[in-house]
């Protein structure tokens, strides 16, 4: 099979188990189609001889029982990965090495699949274009210059490129869903509580999620399925029933009620979005749902929420890289000058940014003003969401504001990168599952995203309305594989 | 002056000064394991060898309540009398220091799991009770080792995420005899409890003292300052002593107190300044958000209650109204765990009379003079109990006890066999005692004339060479008798 990298997750679990390709040939394929393309800048760090040599085990003795037989998949360098460098796309962590697997990533090799390597992302996944990784920006395989969205962009360009099947992403604001719409891709947040965050390099504790991104909504229902265990290791993991999210795939979501929010007609939302998501609509309804004006009203302040709550947590969780224990170490006078210049040299502006603003707000004589506020506008937010899903059984929102932007249009000018995550913020504030579907593209032929969100633990309900959606879309992403010479 | 004898009071020209402490106690529970990782907490061990990822704060780690830690707080919050709250929240304190690998120590600010309690410390002129402001659990940090390397500084994170509780009392103690009695008493509860050893050489417990003074009958307070981890009873007497002179000289000398924080140093007997009120730490307290706030239950409450032992309070009230003991007695006995078992032990099967007089004082001595513990006694309760015993069916003399006891300290040795293999039994014979007295008084002729003459101080003469002739031997009561009888 020549075209081995044009197929889906799906179609590659069903080959090795059928035994059509070996995963020596798969994870072959993926790996010479990485190499040659480096120009996406897709990765960090290249596991590929291991990676074949694990394919080849595996091929002596296939377990073909497993849910990801012998199929390679490279993932977000965010992820702890036992014996293989983990950057979280800053210089502070360029030598780290753990000697422990993040139970999301555990859980996904523990069903068979084979890591290729660590895929690029915005420093602490803090960033909403890949641009702020030590270790470059990402090209978005859509077009040459065009920033594949962000924190995991690695990731969205790997998918989009198809240099992995699949991969999974974290999103503490979007950073999923973000870059999957920037991507034509398909991006899941699933509920918070729902992967365990241990082993994840953290941003923001209360916010971040783990999540799986796919070329379409069947492989990221079968990755969730995977990747999603309570693990008592994370105190904030949920024990809840995890359903097998892939095989409970139904198109049928006739009379779905599903929610249109009046406050995500933002000023100066470009046309193109607004007539993308009233095509939303009208698939939604062709696929016999029912559809509701519905009124979340405290939507306007979660930006602002979002960007004390999560740099606050920042702040504090990266006290830790201060070159004591690991990572990157400058050398100084005394103690107080090696931090400074350790912590100066280490973190890149963006980082630096965050741990200021995120200090500001937990000084005493701000905290209140800042932090409290901010927590209490959040349970407002989230509340909004309760109020709503009396009403409706999802809620359906463009995923972004715009396409794909140029690399360098937004890097002098944060707020307007901040302005990227105004649809997907809420949801990471609430908890809430959420996931982004390629819907469409605009007058430049980028991709557009559409997002559903979903109650809590109801990955189900919203991965079944992607999918009868995405059946109606019928999608199709231009990519021309303009960086293989 | 003083109504109160035991009253502490500084006095400067015509001024009388009060001075108010209050403690910040750092005791360590008592865990096999950390309070938020499963590494062990041995005391002792090789440099960074009890330390998890976790307690080294490697990227992505997660603390996870240890359920053990929590159970031996609220034990010591019941042991405190005091309000367990069943809704607490772990906070992040913030700060840098190279033993400190998280770059923040998880605490309880706001919500601590242990509210107001009392302690009743018992003073020469009556019992007085200290408030407890509130118990909360947090991590300890490393130890950064400064003096191995002249350049370098040395860390070791074996107490890194060990679990401490915070004890912090109310400004109630009023002299460094107090902190003497608050620092045992606390102590005591807690070695009853098993939640913390106390053992303040390993600092298992140390405390952060807060001094100001007050002109006496002044009911605001003075501005304080905190004197930082002192590490003994005796050196926080010291502090306190220089600390409440310091405060005492500088507002006769018309100036005024900073808010600081200071450090005793041992070897000068002084406090020094370590940092002003403007210098503090802006700390950046906020809840932990890998940790959801800790609930407990009503039943997981009173389960624990179940398993509260009695306390000393309690013990020392039983031993006065069962036992008839003076309340000196009682508060010795039950001062620490060990004591209080030993004793009880010992009165299982003897006298309690008896057996408080043994313990209190020739065991007591015995134990001093030779540094150990009531653990570490020669005399094993079951065997100090047969040796009373010994004593009250009139088989030995006290005096002859005596003897045994100290062949018993040389080793646990049953007292019963010590007498007869030394031949120690009293002898009770009236027949063989008279024989003796016979010849005794054969042998004084002279005064047993004297005596009948009405010189009856002589009496105690014969007694004596008695016993002297039995080797100690003799009952004294009966001896008493027949001499009486035959002079």
Known sequence: ?485 | MSKNKSEYLINRNDNQYEVVIGLEVHAQVTSESKLFSTSATKFGAEPNTQVSLVDAAFPGMLPVINEYCVKQAIKTGIGLKAKINKRSVFDRKNYFYADLPQGYQISQFKDPIVGEGKVILDMPDGQKEIGIERLHLEQDAGKSIHDLDPKNTFVDLNRSGVALMEIVSKPDLRSPDEVNAYIKKLRSIMRYLGTCDGNMQEGSLRADVNVSVRKKGSKEFGTRCEIKNVNSIKFMQMAIEYEANRQVDLIEDGQTIDQETRLFDTKKNETRSMRSKEDAHDYRYFPDPDLLPLEVSDDFIENLKSEIPELPDEKKKRFIEKFKLSPYEANILVSDIETSNYFENVIKKSDVKLATNWIIGELFAALNEKNLEITESPISPGNLSKLINLIKDGTISGKIAKTVFEQMMEGDKDPQKIVEEKELKQESDPKALEALIDKVIDDNRDKATEYKSGKVKLFGFFVGQVMKVSGGKANPQLVNEILKKKL
């Open chain 1, 1 to 485: 099979m020549s075209d081995i990298t044009k197929q889906s997750l799906s179609e590659l679990v069903e080959n090795i188990k059928s035994k059509k390709l070996s995963s020596s040939e798969v994870t072959k394929a993926f790996v010479e189609r990485s190499e040659k393309s480096k120009e996406l800048n897709a990765y960090i760090t290249e596991d590929y001889a291991n990676a074949l040599n694990k394919a080849k085990k595996f091929d002596e003795k296939p377990n073909l029982d497993l849910k990801l037989p012998g199929i390679p998949m490279a993932v977000k360098d965010l992820f702890c990965t036992r014996d293989l460098r983990t950057t979280a796309g800053s210089k502070i962590l360029n030598n780290f090495v753990p000697t422990y697997e993040s139970t999301v990533t555990q859980n996904i090799w523990n069903e068979g699949a084979i890591l290729m390597g660590k895929l690029n992302c915005d420093e602490f996944a803090m960033g909403s274009s890949n641009e702020t990784s030590f270790f470059g920006n990402v090209q978005n395989p859509i077009d040459k210059n065009l920033v594949p969205g962000g924190s995991s962009g690695g990731s969205s360009s790997a998918v989009a490129a198809q240099l992995t099947p699949i991969t999974i992403g974290t999103d503490t604001g979007g950073s999923i869903r973000q870059p999957a719409s920037f991507t034509g891709t398909v991006g899941l947040k699933p509920t918070y509580g729902s992967c365990s965050r241990y082993g994840i390099v953290a941003f923001a504790s209360s916010l971040d999620q783990a999540g799986p991104m796919a070329q379409n909504v069947k492989d990221c229902a079968l990755l969730q399925e995977v990747i999603s265990t309570y693990d008592e290791k994370d105190s904030t993991s949920i024990d809840f029933k995890r359903n097998e999210y892939s095989k409970e795939l139904t198109k049928d979501i006739k009379g779905k009620k599903i929610g249109i929010p009046k406050e995500y007609r933002v000023d100066g939302m470009p046309k193109e979005i607004e007539d993308l998501w009233k095509k939303g609509i009208e698939y939604a309804k062709d696929c016999g749902a029912e559809i509701i004006d519905i009124s979340l009203p405290h939507t306007n302040y979660a930006l602002p929420t979002y960007y004390i709550v999560a740099p606050a947590e920042a702040s504090s969780n990266l006290a830790r890289y201060d070159g004591v224990k690991y990572g990157f170490r400058a050398e100084g006078e005394n103690l107080i000058d090696m931090y400074e210049k350790t912590r100066s040299e280490g973190f890149g502006a963006e980082v630096q940014r965050r741990i200021m603003i995120g200090t500001y707000v937990l000084s005493s004589g701000y905290y209140d003003a800042y932090y409290l506020k901010a927590q209490k506008v959040r349970k407002l937010i989230k509340n909004d969401f309760d109020d709503a899903y009396k009403k409706v059984d999802a809620i359906l929102t463009p995923s972004t504001p715009s396409s794909a932007f140029k690399i360098g249009e937004k890097t002098n000018d944060p707020v307007s990168m901040y302005l990227n995550d105004i649809f997907t913020v809420p949801v990471n504030l609430a908890g809430l599952p959420g996931i982004s579907i390629p819907a469409g593209h605009d007058a430049k032929g980028y991709p557009l995203g559409l997002q559903i969100i979903g109650k809590a633990f109801d990955e189900q309900n919203i991965l079944n309305i992607a999918y009868a959606m995405e059946e109606k879309i019928n999608f199709k992403n231009n990519i021309t594989d303009w960086w293989i010479k």
